[in-house]
């Protein structure tokens, strides 16, 4: 396992850990820091490992923070004035 990976499980724990611990503006400011996270991380696997191991981590991020995806669909689906 390189260390990428090693990495990724590590930012997955660490998500699931803040998830569980009570937030007062719904885990949005640890979600903004796991994000600036994992967006360089996510750009490592994809060096180190290769697309399509990317692809499967994006696809767990995304299946992590879920609420911030559905919030940018609807966003970009927004009508603009």
Do not use: K
């Not at 060096?47 to 995806?69: C, D, F, H, Q, T």
């Amino acid at each position: 396992m390189t260390l990428s990976l090693i990495l990724a499980c590590l930012w997955a724990v660490a998500a699931n850990v803040l998830a569980m611990l009570p937030s007062r503006d719904h885990h949005w400011r640890r979600a903004y820091a796991l994000i600036a996270l994992g967006i360089p991380l996510l750009g490592y696997v994809t060096y180190e490992n290769g697309p399509w191991i990317g692809l499967v981590v994006l696809a767990a991020g995304m299946s992590v923070l879920r609420w911030p995806v559905i919030y940018l669909g609807r966003w970009l689906r927004r009508p603009r004035a």
